[in-house]
């Protein structure tokens, strides 16, 4: 083990040093001379020189190594009544003759691949098909509409997008086939083919441009990992911005690698025999970093879930997993443990299980409330850890490391940056706040290996969207402050970004289509607290002059034309119809106001409001 202060201080003085040591995980076809090329600042990229393949090394070299027998992925699918084990022979068999189906498509070093599917081993080989052939995965989440993923087979001009006939959500089968036929319908961009994976419970209408996974796969050649340069991309991940245009966050090759070998054994402290339990999905960024990469690239068997943390058969249904599989370690979102808290609030199906395999439980994705923080402590009996990050680092910016040196949990903070992160709360002018301050958290460029080079195809959205409002800092967007410890604080996004149940969802994209409503005049999204989900959007809307509509009608109209336009991971269930909303003397809504409201944290009311009594109508709205 060794100390953080000295990585962190290694990391920050000499980053080159630093992670061209760390690169020694990885197997490289050309190992890197050069760590960081700063040639570009303030875009920079990381190990220039180096050559790799990202597949070969989450899969390849463990079967080279004689470990082909390991189980790589353990997929439970309480939902469809399946249990699978693959490993990692079977994984390369299944990966490399999937390259082969793709390249026969066409799919060539540097195409995108577009993979829409639900939580199943496909999407894992899927993933490393592409990064086999050098081709650039976008994954879309399952829960958004098809307009959102046209939006994205237009940014990304995949050659061929990869679906499964449905996925299954509790309540209901999801057809993903009819969906994408929709996106597609709505897309400019036409792609070659779908590879269309047929599940028993929908089986999919094949049109003239879509192939049969398991027919093409039971013929197809197996294809070789293709040699490609550290900073070619190995995926696009689309992410909520500030506008309704979602960002492609890129992720290179040789800095992922690096970072997901690195953050696997030292933030998380796992290793090769573990079996580690990221309960996402392959749709975020928790489900690329750590259901697919990390594990991966270490060699460990990661599990795979298909199912909710509740009513899949009931509340213990993660303790039941972790007891049958030896999970050592269970990341997840706090809001799992909340809906779980829910059900069984006095943790009595965890008597059901011998949970003694648990190290820790890893919370992320959204602020860690002190109830759940104290209910997890209390009944799993483990460290819970929170740990700060985003998708477009792709690994913790803060976090106790529990591998490299654990430290005293203080509740409410993720503890301190992670080495390779130059963490920093600012004031507006960018000037470093004292100890306990409030201000923006910033991170000091360079960022370190992993994190975004770019976005698609548009340096200058980067530049504009983080680079620009702190000189030589990355905007992390959230808001905070640092203790006398160097803990870090996450307190929330500062933009009008929410975090739904753990999911990243823009209020600007709500708005947009809230305002599109013949009837509505002008509204705001707002995120408001929820027990179960964190935050939930509440939609403000005023109406039209002269209109008057049914209430109950307006707001199910407005509630399925965001469900339908963005899809149901929106979750906007809530309308209110307002008066007004508060406004500068120059029209601007207030919203930051508003946001401050709900969040508990009022901010002083600003002079140039323009009617101080449309804020005492909203403010005991936002509040509940
Ligand atoms: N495909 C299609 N629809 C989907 C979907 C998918 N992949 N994922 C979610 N949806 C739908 C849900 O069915 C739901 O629809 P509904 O309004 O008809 O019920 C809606 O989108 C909202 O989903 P969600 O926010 O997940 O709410 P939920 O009530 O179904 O479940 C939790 C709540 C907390 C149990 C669940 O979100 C969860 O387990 N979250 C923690 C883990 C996690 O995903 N973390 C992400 C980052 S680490
Ligand atoms: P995503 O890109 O979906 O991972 O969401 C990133 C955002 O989630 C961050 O900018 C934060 O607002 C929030 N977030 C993630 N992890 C934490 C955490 N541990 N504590 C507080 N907020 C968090």
Known sequence: MGSYVDDRDRALSDPSAFWLDAAQAIDWIEA???????????????????????????????????????????????????RASVTYSALLD???????????????????????????????????????????????????????????????EPTVIVTASCGIEPSRVVEYKPLLDEA??????????????????APAEMGPTDVDWHERISTAHPHAAV???????????????????????????????????WSFENVYGMGPDDTWWAASDVGWVVGHSYIAYAPLIAGA?????????????????????????GVAALFTAPTAIRAIKREDPDGLLLADYDLSSLRTLFLAGERLDPNTYDWA??????????????????????????????????????????????????????DDLPAGQDGAIVIRLPLPPGALPTLWRDDQRYIDSYLSAFEGCYTTGDGGYIDEDGYVYVMGRT??????????????????????????????VIGVQDAMKGQVPRAFVVLKAGVDPDPSVLQAEIVAAVRNQIGPVAALKEVVIVPGLPKTRSGKILRRTMRGIADGRPEAIPSTIEDVRVLDVITPLLRN
């Open 32 to 82: 890197p001379t050069i760590g960081l090329d700063a040639s570009g600042a303030p875009l920079y990229r990381w190990f220039p020189d180096g050559v790799l393949n990202t597949c070969a090394n989450a899969v390849d070299r463990h079967v080279d190594a004689g470990h082909g027998e390991k189980i790589a992925i353990r997929y439970d699918s309480p939902v469809t009544g399946t």
């Open 94 to 156: 299944m990966v490399s003759r999937f390259a082969g189906v793709l390249a026969d498509l066409g799919v060539e070093r540097g195409h995108r691949v577009i993979v829409y599917m639900p939580m199943i081993p496909e999407a894992i080989v899927a993933m490393l098909a592409c990064a086999r052939l050098g081709a650039v995965h976008s994954v879309v989440f399952g829960g958004f509409a098809p307009a959102e993923l046209a939006a994205r087979i237009d940014d990304a």
């Open 184 to 201: 597609l319908r709505l897309a400019t961009y036409v792609p070659i083919a779908s590879v269309v994976l047929q599940r028993p419970q």
């Open 227 to 261: 040699p490609v340069l550290a900073t070619d991309p190995l995926y696009i991940l689309y992410t909520s911005g500030t506008t309704g245009r979602p960002k492609g966050v890129v992720r290179d090759n040789g800095g992922h690698a690096v970072a997901m070998a």
């Open 301 to 325: 068997t990661t599990l795979l879930y298909e199912g909710k943390p509740v009513g899949t058969p009931d509340a213990g249904a993660f303790w039941r997993v972790i007891a049958e599989y």
């Open 377 to 430: 402590t209390d009944h799993l009996g483990v460290p819970v850890i929170d740990n700060y990050w985003q998708t477009e680092t792709g690994w913790p910016i803060a976090s106790n490391m529990r591998g490299l040196e654990p430290m005293p949990i203080k509740p409410g903070s993720p503890t301190v940056a992670v080495p390779g992160y130059d963490v920093r709360v600012v004031d507006g002018a960018g």
């Open 495 to 524: 933009d009008d970004v929410i975090n739904v149940a753990g999911h990243r969802l823009s209020t600007g994209s709500m708005e947009a289509v809230v305002a599109a409503h013949p009837q509505v005049a002008e509204c705001a």
